[in-house]
């Protein structure tokens, strides 16, 4: 494969991948030799590490985070074919629409606020009450509902004989014809947002959520990379999430008083079920290194117990007797950003930091290019491997933590088909399934091109079963590419 200029024990990266030249110490501790060569069946390749440029850094990043080109384009493509008139509406355009009520009718305004029940047309009638009543005009009525309740509404001040000067409007209630039922209501005291078109995917409504429903997988991924680099697979995750959300809330309903459980009560559970994931991915760890098992077989097992187990301990039922601080994992926010997002973000710094720059990380790598090299080089690769197992148990357990937390309740339906979604991300991000190469930013990008393909497909109106087929091609193709990115190295 490749043959040193000198007896020196050196090690060289190419691409996530650690080649072994001999018999080395400390993989870290190769990379302070100033300089060595490899040869290869048709060229010669000098490394040095004084001397690496702009075109090798460039050529690296688009080997290890090309598919983030990928992903750009997509989200493009998406925007591009999701593009529709749009009716504005949230807080600031219903503060906007108060501003412009004020200037037109004065501080003296009667007005009626009516608006759709969605979350964001609820904020735009908060704000623009706010800002009415600021001012000293006078809010009649709010409707947060439908076109009945808004003619109700209306009918009523009609009856008590008060004088709307204004309706303020979102730009979905403003075509509501209930309105034309109120000759007095002429177009001049119909207040709403203008319209516009602009891609239903890039609304910041979307993204976000596209984001918060990626941050399950993503996190559960970054154990499941861990695994594929050092050459093994971990089937139970998706079981594994169940087991965890069914484990923390029955503590909460059992010992820990149910709806009126403390918030230490919710973190002791959470800390429990997570331990009790990380059990099981030490048992797979176990199995797989003690035993020489097949890590499909194992972790197929305990895919199979693991579930069983959760839907025994649930009873079958959904369990969802916990207190509102339960949901602050899921549901929370922080500065504005959801906190399934920057829990997401955080882990995949950390674990970029000891990929990188840790010598456990460079163990895995050495282990998944040649186990049998990195045994007699003097990496523990039993106890190396056992940890990664770890790991990836207790991240499944934290993501069936964050499942329940934003679904409010545990199940032990939860996590079906997540070891397909998680393994996906991860090979579409890079990471060869041969073992020994891969990039944890690219599995976030894997992650997140299967969440956009998918979200874009539904804001396009694609059936469920044309869907799977689109992601089924889109792994396969990972797959090939991986596969022919081999071949040409070998070559």
Known sequence: MAIPCTGANLTAEREGHYWFLTPFLMPDKALESSRFVIFSAERRIMFSPAKSGTRILLRRFVADYGMVFV???????????????????????GAAIADQILLQFGNSARVIIAVPGSEE????????????????????????GSPADAGQALQKAVDADISIDAVALTGSSAVWTVLDKFPQLTSDRRISPGTGSWPNFLKASNLIGVANQTAVYAVIAIGMTMVIITGGIDLSVGSVVALASVIATIIIRDHGGGVS????????????????????????GFMVTTYQLPPFIVTLATMLIARGLAKRLSEFQSINAVPTSFRWLGNGNTLNVPNAILLMLVLYVLTHFVMSRSVFGRYLYAIGGNAQASRLSGIPVKKTTLIVYVICGALAGLGGIMVSSRL????????????????????????????????????????????????????????????????????????????????????
């Not at 992903?71 to 355009?93: C, E, H, N, Y």
């Open 261 to 284: 459980a403390s918030t230490t009560t919710v973190a002791l559970a959470f800390s429990i079920a997570i331990l009790a994931a990380a059990l099981a991915g030490a048992f797979n």
């Open 71 to 93: 992903l750009l384009l997509l989200m493009a493509g998406f925007s591009i074919l999701t593009i529709q008139p749009q009716r504005p509406t949230g807080a600031d355009v």
């Open 408 to 491: 409010n309740a545990g199940d032990p339906k939860y996590g079906t088909m997540y070891e397909l979604e998680v393994i996906s991300a991860v090979v579409v991000g890079g990471t060869s399934l041969m073992g020994g190469e891969g990039r944890i930013f690219g599995t976030l990008i894997g992650a997140f091109i299967i969440a956009v393909i998918r979200n874009g497909m539904n804001l396009m109106g694609v059936n469920s079963d044309s869907q799977e087929m689109v992601l089924g091609a889109v792994l396969l193709l990972a797959v090939l590419l991986d596969r022919v990115k081999r071949i040409r190295m070998a070559a």
């Open 121 to 144: 047309d609820r904020a735009f009638a908060d704000a623009a009450k706010e800002r009415i009543e600021s001012a000293g005009a006078t809010v009649v009525a709010v409707t947060t």
